[in-house]
């Protein structure tokens, strides 16, 4: 089994400080939850930005900060950003991250309810384009699929060449709207994907242990943080993104299964190094 990659998604767009006040808003913020999500042992920061006030941005230039504040602290991390952004915005404003040469980006592969009115859309011909301004510029894309239709989705886009192989998933469990996170639910989407496929998986909620603890031990990799979930167990609210990861790598070491550094992680994803 491939060496265990922690991704740490540690902002989102969705958590705020009202649901727990360590989320971070501030560059400073973000770089120092970055810092303790990969001293902890995270490879990866799929990453999210705010303004200062907690207002979700897809702004280049607020990325461009953040990265570079976050490279000062942990050089060697990935950095994952999200292409996604929040709930409505457009596809440009969506895509600006991308114009800096990420090594990696999420590509989302389906429109999903998200709780209440929301609705997290991505038609077609959205992905279509993503994919493109993705594989144009070099960056491998994290397939973002949060039911298993939206594999369904990437596997066609894969035959007709707008998504290159090997695919990389991330399976989002629990979304209120997609599919939900029992363990057969993730054995669906596991047996889903074509073989030499990677795959991690990110649990919502009360979702996210049991969801990387089985995704840890099929073989896939692990994503945890307060985009997802801001709870460190029942009722006690984790007081960083690094609290977080070391509980993966707790698991993971009860399993058996050692932690990828930065390098081992690219070499599993087989990402060209920038
Ligand atoms: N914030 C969600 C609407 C991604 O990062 O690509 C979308 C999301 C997915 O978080
Ligand atoms: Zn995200």
């Known amino acids: ?19 727990n006040a ?6 400073a913020e973000i770089a120092e939850e970055a810092r ?12 999210h930005v705010r303004e200062d006030d907690g207002t979700p941005t897809q702004s280049a230039q607020r990325f461009a900060v953040c990265i570079d504040a976050i490279r ?7 950095i994952q950003p999200s292409t996604g952004g929040a709930v409505g915005m457009s596809n440009d404003e969506r895509l ?5 040469n990420p090594e990696m980006a999420t590509l989302d592969c389906g ?17 279509i384009e993503f994919a493109e301004k993705m594989n144009a510029r070099g960056i491998k894309p994290e397939i973002e699929v949060f039911d298993k239709g939206m594999i369904d989705m990437a596997l066609r886009l894969h035959k007709k060449g707008y998504i290159k192989g090997p695919m990389h998933f991330d399976f989002v469990m629990g979304v209120n709207g997609g599919i939900s996170g029992e363990p057969r639910d993730l054995l669906f989407m596991r047996e889903s994907i074509p073989a030499g496929s990677t795959f991690t998986t990110a ?5 996210q242990f049991p969801m990387v603890t089985m995704s840890m031990l099929l073989g896939g990799h692990a994503r945890v943080g307060f985009e997802d979930n801001i709870y460190l ?6 007081r960083s993104n690094g609290e977080l990861v070391e509980k993966a790598v707790r698991i993971a070491n009860e399993l058996g299964r050692a932690i990828a550094s930065p390098d081992e992680a690219r070499d599993i994803l087989g990402l060209a190094r920038k």
Do not use: W
């Not at 360590?22 to 560059?27: G, I, K, Q």
């Not at 649990?203 to 979702?207: H, I, K, N, S």
């Open 1 to 19: 089994m491939d060496k265990l990659i922690i991704t740490a998604c540690i902002c989102g767009a969705e958590v705020t400080k009202e649901h």
């Open 22 to 27: 360590a989320v971070p808003y501030t560059v």
């Open 36 to 47: 303790r999500a990969y001293e902890a042992g995270a490879a990866l920061i799929h990453l």
């Open 72 to 78: 000062a602290v942990c050089p060697d991390v990935i």
């Open 96 to 100: 600006q991250p991308i114009t800096l």
């Open 111 to 127: 429109t999903c309810n998200f709780g209440g009115d929301e609705i997290f859309v991505n038609t077609e011909n959205t992905i």
């Open 203 to 207: 649990g919502v909620g009360r979702f």
């Open 233 to 238: 167990s029942k009722g006690v609210l984790a």
